[in-house]
């Protein structure tokens, strides 16, 4: 029952959405360069369907890349920070710095600097835009673990190595995917970002872009529905994740 | 295992500088002894612990176990704090077997397992091996921090208010669990505790410290029955002993002002 419910309870809410958006476009009576409405996207969606499950599939496996390699990033950075109270007060300054630079004015420095290199460029966008989450929540878990935790274990003559994977690592799971979540939704903005300000032709940013320049409004539209479900998918793989590793930490 | 405490100091570095917490302190417990260490608030006691557990090392003095200089944590220390501090993604036996991965790693899964159900049996949660943390009560929690403690059969247990944070009937329970623990296992235990009931009721030597920083202030043998019974605590012999430690305390705590 539980099951069902976690299935149907937002399916509802997202039905109840569409409704409400197609209710205010009609009552308003806005013309679909206005706004378009939901039953304008179908035919939208459909008549671009190629290039949907092409550029659809090029945004994905970009964002999943670069959000792996975002976690990798976040979690060695994060771990250093975390034991290290140098390292910590030494990194945070740049990369609170870092973090606060808008990311659409990183983009064509890296696009110059690897000039050609489409996919490479947009990894390292998600890298950049969604790593710190990621970073921040793994240092705070790690260095705010209480000293009785390590005692337990150091007063049987315990190494580092041995709290760290018994002990910290697995208390920092929940704060770890709790940033996730965070990162996830990030990841889609950093390949977006990439995709619609340089022309690489690539992606559903590039077809975005096409819909702005050829005054097709509800093809923006479907594009940004489409993004919208893959984030809402990729979203529930990390919730599937958490409920395996850090299922202990979800009260029922 | 007796355990010599011999003029030991020790002080802290704090923003305010350098903080003596212990001076000169000397004490000794016998084989197998239960002693309860007991004072004003902030005086040191935690810092015993840690210090017989190897954790620190006392800026003057050393601490002996079996005539043996301690220099570093051993493995044959068990301890147990007011936080339980159980793993929270770990079942109750599991959280019991964590010393034993870290001390005996040559043995066997399944007789770790099966140490640890014995302990479980003698603090009565055999039904709870499977439950996680969250789903106990503060007083089995604790139960099981104490199984932790003792899994890897330590020769000496230190526990640091593991009673403290429990409401009173529970608390009883778990004295009497500590009785049995004790009779069944060979292990020397230092207590450090806030209750004077519990400490004579518990140990067979209890201690009183001084303020900041602390030494020995008084040294007293509670051996007024073999077999201690919680009504026990209620004859005149032992009110007369825990008023005789209530004013101890009082001085002790008149020197901190």
């Not at chain 1, 809410?13 to 013309?31: D, Q």
């Not at chain 1, 659409?104 to 790593?131: D, E, Q, R």
């Not at chain 1, 990841?187 to 940013?205: D, R, S, V, W, Y």
């Not at chain 2, 003029?7 to 197998?32: A, F, N």
Request: charge should be neutral.
């Amino acid at each position: 029952m539980i099951r069902i419910n976690n299935f149907i309870i937002p399916l509802f809410s997202l039905i109840i959405f569409c409704l409400l958006w197609e209710f205010l476009v009609w009552y308003n009576n806005w013309p679909n360069y206005k706004m378009a409405s939901p039953s304008d996207l179908w035919p939208a969606f459909w008549k671009f369907k190629h290039l949907f499950l092409i550029y659809g599939w090029e945004t994905f496996w970009r964002t999943v890349v670069g959000l792996i390699l975002s976690v990798l990033v976040g979690l060695s950075l994060g771990i250093l920070m975390g034991f290290s109270k140098t390292i910590r007060i030494g990194l945070y300054p740049i990369l609170v710095g870092f973090n606060a630079i808008p990311k659409a004015t990183v983009v064509p420095v890296i696009a110059l600097i690897f000039v050609g290199m489409h996919n490479m460029n947009t990894i390292i966008i998600v890298i950049l835009i969604s790593f710190f989450p990621i970073c921040v929540s793994i240092s705070i878990g790690l260095s705010t673990l209480e000293r009785e935790y390590e005692d337990i274990l150091l007063s049987l003559g315990a190494n580092k190595f041995e709290i760290f994977y018994k002990i910290a690592l697995p208390k920092t799971l929940p704060e770890f995917f709790g940033a996730l979540k965070v990162s996830t939704t990030l990841a889609f903005i950093g390949t977006n970002l990439m995709e619609i300000i340089e022309p690489h032709g690539k992606g559903l940013g590039h077809l975005f872009d096409s819909g702005k320049i050829s005054a097709d409004y509800p093809l923006m539209f479907a594009v940004l529905i489409t993004l919208a479900v893959m984030g809402i998918f990729l979203y529930y793989i990390v919730v599937y994740l958490e409920n395996i590793f850090a299922g202990w930490a979800i009260r029922k | 295992m007796h355990i010599n405490i011999e003029k030991v100091s020790h002080q802290y570095e704090t923003k305010q500088g350098m903080l003596p917490v212990l001076k000169d302190l000397s004490l000794s417990i016998k084989r197998k002894g239960f002693t309860a260490i007991v004072g004003p608030s902030g005086c040191g006691k935690s810092t015993i612990t840690r210090l017989v557990s190897g954790l620190i090392k006392p800026t003057q003095g050393s601490i002996f176990i079996s005539n043996k200089k301690i220099t570093s944590p051993l493995s044959t220390v068990g301890m147990a704090f007011q936080n339980p501090v159980l793993l929270e993604w770990r079942n109750v036996i599991k959280n019991i077997i964590l010393p034993l991965e870290i001390v005996s790693k040559n043995m066997t899964y399944n007789q770790k397992i099966s140490n640890a159900l014995d302990l479980l049996k003698l603090v009565g949660l055999e039904e709870f091996e499977n439950n996680l943390p969250s789903e106990l009560s503060g007083g089995m929690k604790q139960r099981v921090s104490l199984c932790r403690s003792l899994v890897h059969s330590p020769e000496v247990l230190i526990l640091d208010e593991p009673f403290a944070a429990l409401d009173a009937f529970t608390k009883e329970d778990l004295w009497d669990v500590m009785h049995k623990l004790k009779k069944e296992r060979d292990f020397t235990c230092i207590l450090i505790t806030h209750d004077l009931r519990e400490a004579v009721y518990l140990a067979d030597q209890v201690i009183v410290l001084s303020g900041r920083p602390a030494s020995l202030q008084y040294d007293v043998k509670t051996n007024f029955n073999e077999e201690k019974k919680i009504s026990d605590l209620y004859s005149s012999e032992v009110s007369q002993l825990l008023a005789t430690l209530r004013n101890q305390i009082e001085i002790a705590q008149n020197k901190n002002d």
